[in-house]
């Protein structure tokens, strides 16, 4: 038997980054340095005389560097299109190039300034970025032409790929890259009015990788075959907190193909010659958990306390940390406790997976030459920081290759980095720079990966003389997913504004004259993450859902009762779209035969959406028809792909609202794949309609705005056919 060992943890802990922080700071070539350049250090990657996201080839082709991954949002497209509108490139010759691992260069200000893509941020963050990438590199190319010709810079335009003189001169850019590379880059271009957009806003900006993907050549990590490469797959414990406390490995070494069986932080891994040998040896292990500090509670029990706590049968404890910490007050609130309440609800929502298409997988090289990844890589800084406390180098040299993924909804971006530091524990078991593929199955990630949070929402309001709300009570009970994280982050070390986004800062609560919200985060050992629009995903629903119920109580129509508090908040976009949609869907007009429409809007990364979506009940469960949304997310890049982000955005919210649920059984997941975990199929998918406000402002999120709104919307549809709320999801039981 194989008795357990000491071994550094999985993922750096904050003590593990400070002590590299402080490595790092202590540094004598890092005296006032930045944080991205301190955590870039070791990095070798190099910048062109374009800077780092712009590259030009003789045969006129524009690469335009992304520093944000793409993994089925599309975001290549409209980051490719900001920079080829200032520059006026030939769209047809403008390609996207994945940014290598380096904060200094590609930093994300939403993020902390660290390189990731998350909180639908890309466009938003890379706006102005790129803008000013492209108006520099094509004042350099003018540059170059006015010299080279002889003429007044002022005389040259730029069009389509073209640099052009009115004597008749012009060129490409891959006849002038030499002359232009040689030209300093202006500080501050000047950048285009948007009125003189040509390509941004229209339908010419479409995917760049439609094609690769679907003639198979777009590479994603299990396409990875390297040389002498290896396949690992761990076995985890079946209850969170478990260790293992001894194993045998007899029977998965006598599997053919299987290599060695390796002891890591999280269980037991196996290494094979291929995926099938690393699974058969894996089922063959035999492990012994420890589970002593394993969670042991079912989810109805978890529940069944935060409803404790909520209601006040279960007192909270004293500590401020640990306590009821208030996210929205106004006023007296003893009031909000006070007088006969138009509406007094509790509203339960369950832990969710990710479910992605693609599992988690990564690929690592540990040993000889510098430590390098090549995957998925939805924060390579995190990456970098959490492999080099393994390896015992500094972050910015841990090489990233990243590559497209199938999908993540916040999935593959958390603090530990947890099967990315898996892979490199077991590489750098491995040795000598082998490649080590780890291949993680559908069944791994639904039972040891990471969940929507369980919520708990308790909701009172009172109304005035005209049915608005008087006084607004609410207590909101969930794990916090930034537990730990660095003081100045949501969350770090104040109320976790993940939890509560959507609810702290509503119009309605501006409209409200009396507000008592708090919010209170008690540890489940149930590891918790953002899930496609994060806190929205029950804060937009209890919101919505409250405010339909509120206007039944008062005999108002749901889009006239919204309009009036509206108008109280001063939320002007919340308005426009509300009005925009409720055109669209024709709210005034009957709905079709058997059909009952529902109404919500919702605000999340900074994009107001409104959706109208006709209901009925077919076979005693919703079936969804058509929905209509309407959209104010800043300046429009790319029409077709915000629509196509809608529509997605809303069967995936759909689907969780319909279906989703992962429960525990004595702190065991239930679910194992989409037989046990009902996901939206496509004949039960809705026709979605997408209608844009236009808007001058700097863009917005896309990705995940659209996935909180259509649950709410569905529901005040069903109160409106059946007279009840609805509170507590998912809406079909099983």
């Known amino acids: 038997m194989n008795k357990p060992f000491k071994d550094i943890a999985s993922g750096a802990s904050r003590r593990d980054v400070l002590a590299v922080g402080a490595t790092l700071a202590g540094s004598s070539l890092l005296v006032g340095c930045s944080l991205p350049e301190m955590l870039s250090a070791g990095s070798k990657v190099e910048v062109g005389a374009f800077g780092p996201f712009l590259k030009f080839a003789t045969d006129g082709t524009v690469t335009v560097i992304s520093k944000h991954i793409e993994f089925g949002q599309g975001n290549h497209a409209g980051l490719a299109a900001i920079a080829a509108e200032e520059l006026d490139a030939d769209w047809s010759k403008v390609k996207v190039e994945q940014a290598a691992a380096n904060a200094k260069l590609y930093g994300n200000i939403n993020m902390g300034g660290t390189q990731g893509t998350g909180g639908s941020s890309a466009i938003a963050n890379s706006w102005t970025q790129l803008r000013t990438a492209g108006a520099a590199a094509r004042a350099m190319f003018v540059s170059a032409a006015a010299a080279k010709w002889g003429v007044p810079a002022g005389e040259i335009t730029v069009a389509n790929g073209v640099i052009a003189h009115a004597s008749g001169k012009q060129a490409g850019f891959g006849e002038l890259v030499s002359d232009a590379a040689k030209i300093k880059p202006p500080e501050k271009p000047t950048l285009k009015n948007p009125k003189a957009f040509t390509l941004v806003g229209t339908d010419r900006v479409r995917r760049k990788d439609a094609q690769a993907k679907s003639d198979g050549t777009a590479r994603y990590t299990q396409d990875v075959r390297l040389p002498d490469m290896l396949v690992a797959m761990v076995a985890h414990a079946p209850k969170f907190g478990a260790k293992v406390k001894s194993f045998d490995a007899t029977a998965a070494k006598k599997v053919a193909g299987v290599v060695e069986v390796y002891q890591i932080p999280t269980g037991v891994a196996v290494v094979a010659n291929s995926t099938w040998a690393a699974r058969q040896g894996r089922d063959a292990l035999k492990v012994e958990w420890d589970e002593a500090k394993a969670e042991t509670?079912?989810?109805?029990?978890?529940?069944?306390?935060?409803?404790?706590?909520?209601?006040?049968?279960?007192?909270?404890?004293?500590?401020?940390?640990?306590?009821?910490?208030?996210?929205?007050?106004?006023?007296?609130?003893?009031?909000?406790?006070?007088?006969?309440?138009?509406?007094?609800?509790?509203?339960?929502?369950?832990?969710?997976?990710?479910?992605?298409?693609?599992?988690?997988?990564?690929?690592?090289?540990?040993?000889?030459?510098?430590?390098?990844?090549?995957?998925?890589?939805?924060?390579?800084?995190?990456?970098?920081?959490?492999?080099?406390?393994?390896?015992?180098?500094?972050?910015?040299?841990?090489?990233?290759?990243?590559?497209?993924?199938?999908?993540?909804?916040?999935?593959?971006?958390?603090?530990?980095?947890?099967?990315?530091?898996?892979?490199?524990?077991?590489?750098?078991?491995?040795?000598?720079?082998?490649?080590?593929?780890?291949?993680?199955?559908?069944?791994?990630?639904?039972?040891?990966?990471?969940?929507?949070?369980?919520?708990?929402?308790?909701?009172r309001v009172t109304v005035d003389k005209d049915g608005y709300p008087a006084t607004w009570r609410h207590r909101v009970v969930t794990q916090s997913i930034m537990k730990g994280a660095p003081p100045g982050s949501p969350g770090g070390g104040g109320v976790d504004a993940t939890a509560v986004e959507g609810a702290m800062g509503s119009p309605y609560l501006k409209a409200t004259p009396v507000v008592d919200a708090q919010l209170i985060t008690p540890d489940a050992g149930v590891p918790v993450l953002w899930w496609r629009s994060v806190g929205a995903t029950h804060t937009a629903y209890v919101m919505e859902h409250t405010i339909d119920q509120l206007a039944k109580k008062a005999g108002k129509d749901p889009v006239e009762y919204r309009r009036a508090l509206y108008q109280k908040a001063g939320a002007g976009r919340h308005l426009a779209v509300l009005n925009l949609a409720a055109e669209k869907a024709g709210w005034t007009t009957p709905a079709p035969a058997g059909w009952t429409r529902g109404v919500a809007v919702h605000e999340s990364f900074g994009t107001v959406v409104a959706q109208v979506a006709e209901v009925k009940i077919e076979n005693g469960q919703p079936k969804v028809g058509r929905v209509v949304t309407a959209i104010d997310c800043g300046v429009a890049i790319s029409p077709d792909q915000i629509a196509a982000q809608m529509e997605g955005g809303t069967c995936y919210g759909l689907s969780g609202a319909m279906f989703g649920n992962v429960t525990l059984t004595n702190g065991v997941v239930d679910q194992q794949n989409f037989d046990t975990y009902r996901v939206l199929r496509n004949s039960e998918a809705p026709t979605v309609e997408t209608y844009i406000v236009p808007s001058a402002n700097p863009p917005s999120g896309v990705g995940e705005p659209g996935t909180p709104v259509i649950g709410p919307a569905v529901a005040n549809a069903l109160l409106a056919i059946t007279g009840q709320p609805t509170l507590s999801q998912p809406f079909v039981k099983t």
């Open 297 to 459: 509670r079912g989810s109805a029990q978890i529940l069944q306390e935060f409803k404790d706590l909520a209601s006040g049968k279960t007192a909270a404890p004293t500590d401020k940390k640990k306590g009821w910490q208030a996210f929205e007050s106004k006023g007296d609130a003893a009031q909000a406790a006070g007088g006969t309440a138009a509406v007094e609800v509790t509203y339960d929502f369950p832990y969710l997976a990710h479910a992605t298409m693609e599992p988690m997988n990564c690929v690592a090289m540990v040993g000889k030459g510098p430590t390098k990844l090549v995957f998925g890589s939805q924060t390579p800084t995190l990456d970098q920081i959490n492999t080099a406390g393994i390896v015992y180098a500094l972050p910015g040299s841990i090489e990233i290759e990243t590559l497209f993924a199938g999908g993540s909804f916040g999935r593959r971006a958390n603090f530990q980095s947890d099967y990315v530091t898996e892979c490199v524990h077991i590489a750098k078991k491995v040795g000598k720079g082998r490649p080590v593929k780890l291949v993680w199955t559908r069944e791994d990630d639904m039972r040891a990966g990471y969940y929507r949070p369980l919520v708990h929402h308790a909701v």
